[in-house]
C-alpha cells in the first residue's frame, strides 16, 4: 500500500570510512521514495532540539546508517534522524535530513 506513495527517487550514498572519519569509498544507489519539504523541530541522536529541512519515507525497513547521505536536486543531504514505523498494515523508514 506504501509503495504507491513512492513517486519521488533519490540517491543513497553509501559511505565507507577509516578509522580517522576519512571517506575511503562510496556506492551510490537510486531509491524509491517519497520526500517531504518543510521545516520541523526533532530531538537528534544526543536529545538535543534541531531543525530538520524535510524528511524522507521509504517503503519497508531500508537499511540506512546516520553516516550515509542522500542526494536529491543536485543538494547533498545529511541524516539527522531515523525513524522506523511500523503499524498493522504499513511498514517503513522515515529519515529526517538537514
Aim: hydrophobic letters at 30%; aromatic letters at 12%; one cysteine or more.
Amino acid at each position: 500500500m506504501f509503495d504507491t506513495y513512492t513517486l519521488d527517487t533519490v540517491t543513497h550514498n553509501v559511505i565507507t570510512r577509516d578509522k580517522w572519519d576519512t571517506e575511503l569509498s562510496r556506492t551510490e544507489t537510486v531509491k524509491a521514495c517519497r520526500i517531504t519539504e518543510g521545516n520541523k523541530i526533532i530531538r537528534d541522536v544526543n536529545g538535543e532540539q534541531i531543525t530538520a529541512f524535510g524528511y524522507i519515507d521509504f517503503s519497508g525497513d531500508y537499511t540506512i546508517d546516520g553516516k550515509d547521505t542522500l542526494t536529491y536536486d543536485s543538494v547533498e543531504h545529511i541524516i539527522l534522524k531515523i525513524d522506523r514505523k511500523k503499524g498493522w498494515e504499513i511498514e517503513f523508514t522515515r529519515v529526517y535530513i538537514s
